[in-house]
């Protein structure tokens, strides 16, 4: 299972290997360095076939010496190399200076300004590849004046006819490695948040901003260079587990590697190796009532695919014939009202419920919440249910460790709302441009946005802030969906690189996620297992299907996907 690091994480790693003497930080860098080069080569295999030209941006920091390190390369291998390096390089750090050193042997720098940048591409034209070396994880504040003008030149590049792409050296300069956002340019900078790196080489593990937010769009594709600090990595984790954020993950290739995988391989396999369905659990779903009944049917069908023994619909009495006439393997009930719940919920064999989908509000509609949530079972609570939560504060006073709320962002917004507003405000609102157009509030403006310094709020902050607050694990679902516990643990699951499946922005694909969620929780898995184990699955059978799915395919692909899982 691959763990997502922040940048002090892995500052923090870095710093165990070095002081355990058995490496230095200049092995590291030329370890990090050719890696760039190898994963440049590995990706276009024409760069391997003859020299080209490059550019380099080299920053103040080591992530500038990594960019000396690939020059010097480059140039072994006769490729022609042009540096711009940004500030002072006798400045450098230890490690980066040397790289420098070595490289001004017989290499070139010039002092990165728009001017020198522009004077140079007029002379040239278009370079083959660029390399952004400028900041790493050591990116603290955002990137103002000619360095972001530059940069600015870069977005759009390698789309064209004989222009090069963008390689960024452990992220994309400015990227705030734990968020995934843009530092400092909500609106203010005149690049888009797509299409500027094609390929981005990072060390060691994964970055959580690789993943979240603009980070993907911005990285173009991720590779991930060892450097062999694996040793190291997670000495910072000792008695800290709940720092961290792991990966919600698997490829065909990767079959049982990861450990949010085998929630769903151990419950797959116990599921065959028993035969009693009763062992295999029993889900509810609550239904809406008339002409309302589909996102509860939709959520049942994902339950029973993925696995539980049995699912039952409870149905208001009105709308029990038109439930009839849909369902087969999966049984229904007849719930009229929050009572007639309580008295089925005895059973204790319903071992996981799911609520929400299709739930309509009104009092009514609560007290069936109430019910639920006073059952203390294993509980999805989704869509509608949802929204009764953030109107009932005595529904939320119920909520339990048993609990996964899975909002989409609108959800979040209404259950949450002063943590949604960190999430989403800007760090620095843009001057309006009346007061843009007043130098003194534009300059002020400026120097606001320079003295910004720290990691952004991220989408994994503000669902660890929520699961705290509510008590339960909190999903929140997205192109990136973040799981959250709340002691702090954290999975991330991207439907980006590539396992992008943007199909499944669908209606009635949410009720399904849910669905699934709740069978492995009736068979058994945590809710953090289950809530992972879902989205994942869900990512995959929405690519197993492809482009024009629709919401009633996705629980019809869990055999294949399953199939292909217990190989
Ligand atoms: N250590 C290792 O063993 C290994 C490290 N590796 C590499 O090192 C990278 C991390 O290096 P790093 O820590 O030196 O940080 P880096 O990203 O280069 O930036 C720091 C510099 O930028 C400056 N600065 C920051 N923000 C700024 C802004 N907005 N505008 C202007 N300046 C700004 C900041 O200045 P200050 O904040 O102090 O004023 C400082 O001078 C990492 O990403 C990886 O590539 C690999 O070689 C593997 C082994
Ligand atoms: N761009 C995207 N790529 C992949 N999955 C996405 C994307 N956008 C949303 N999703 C997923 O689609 C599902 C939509 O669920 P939801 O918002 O509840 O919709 P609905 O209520 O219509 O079912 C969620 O699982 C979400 O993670
Ligand atoms: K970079």
Redesign the pocket.
């Known amino acids: 299972m691959t763990e997502l690091l922040t940048s002090a994480q892995m500052r923090a790693n870095e710093h165990a290997a070095i002081a355990s003497g058995e490496v230095t930080g200049l092995e590291l860098m030329e370890r990090a360095g050719r890696g760039v080069v190898d994963a440049i080569f590995e990706h276009w295999w024409t760069y391997r076939q003859r020299p080209h030209r490059a550019v380099i941006l080299c920053g103040p920091g080591n992530n500038g010496g990594d960019g000396y390190v690939v020059a010097r390369l480059l140039r072994d291998l006769n490729w022609d190399v042009t540096v711009f390096a940004l500030g002072d390089p006798e400045r450098l750090p230890p490690d980066a200076l040397t790289n420098y050193n070595r490289w001004v042997e017989t290499g070139r720098v010039a002092p990165l300004t728009l001017a020198n940048y522009d004077a140079y591409s007029d002379a040239h034209g278009p370079a083959d590849l660029y390399i952004d070396a400028l900041f790493g994880t050591g990116i603290t504040r955002p990137v103002t004046g000619d360095a972001w003008e530059v940069l600015g030149r870069l977005v759009g590049m390698g789309q064209g006819m004989g222009v090069g792409p963008v390689v960024a050296v452990d992220a994309p300069s400015g990227l705030c490695m734990d968020s995934g956002r843009l530092l400092g340019a909500e609106g203010a900078y005149a690049w888009g948040l797509n299409q500027f790196a094609a390929l981005t080489v990072t060390f060691d593990c994964p970055k959580v901003g690789h993943y979240l937010a603009d980070g993907p769009g911005l990285c173009g594709r991720l590779a991930v260079v060892d450097i062999g600090i694996q040793k190291w990595r997670g000495q910072y984790v000792v008695g800290k587990a709940a720092q961290s954020v792991w990966l919600a993950e698997m490829t065909p290739d990767d079959l049982g590697a990861r450990a949010v995988t085998l929630p769903v391989k151990q419950a797959w396999h116990a599921h065959h190796g028993q035969t009693h369905k009763y062992s295999h659990g029993h889900a509810m779903v609550v239904t809406g009532g008339e002409g309302h009944t589909g996102a509860a049917r939709l959520a049942a069908r994902g339950a029973l695919r993925i696995g539980a023994g049995l699912v039952t619909l409870a149905v208001p009495g009105p709308a029990m014939p038109e439930v009839a006439a849909q369902i087969t393997a999966v049984m229904m009930r007849e719930i009229s009202d929050a009572r007639a719940l309580d008295t089925v919920l005895e059973d204790e064999r319903l071992n996981a419920l799911c609520i929400g989908p299709g739930l309509g509000f009104g009092p009514a509609r609560a007290d069936l919440v109430r019910a639920v949530l006073q059952a203390k079972r294993p509980t999805v609570l989704d869509?509608d249910a949802l929204t009764l939560l953030a109107e009932h504060e005595e529904l939320r006073d119920l909520l339990h460790d048993g609990c996964i709320l899975t909002p989409?962002g609108g959800e979040f917004a209404r259950l949450f709302p002063d943590i949604a507003a960190k999430l989403t405000a800007p760090r620095l609102p843009k001057p309006s441009d009346s007061q843009s157009a007043d130098l003194a509030a534009h300059n002020a403006y400026r120097s606001a946005l320079a003295a910004q310094t720290g990691p952004a709020y991220s989408k994994v902050d503000a669902v660890r802030e929520a699961a705290k607050r509510a008590g339960c694990t909190v999903l929140l679902?997205?192109?990136d969906?973040v799981i959250a516990r709340p002691e702090g643990a954290a999975v991330v699951h991207a439907?980006v690189y590539d396992r992008?499946?943007?199909w499944?922005?669908t209606?009635?694909?949410?009720?399904v996620?849910a669905g699934i969620m709740t069978g492995l929780l009736a068979m058994g898995q945590t809710s953090v297992q289950a809530a992972a184990g879902a989205v994942w699955m869900?990512?995959e059978c929405a690519r197993a299907f492809g482009p024009g799915l629709i919401a009633e395919d996705l629980p019809e692909q869990i055999p294949t996907v399953v199939k292909a899982l217990v190989k």
Request: glycine share 16%; no cysteine; proline share 5%.
């Open positions: 869509a989409h679902k997205g192109a969906t439907a992008a499946a943007p499944l922005a209606a009635g694909s949410g009720d996620l869900h990512t």
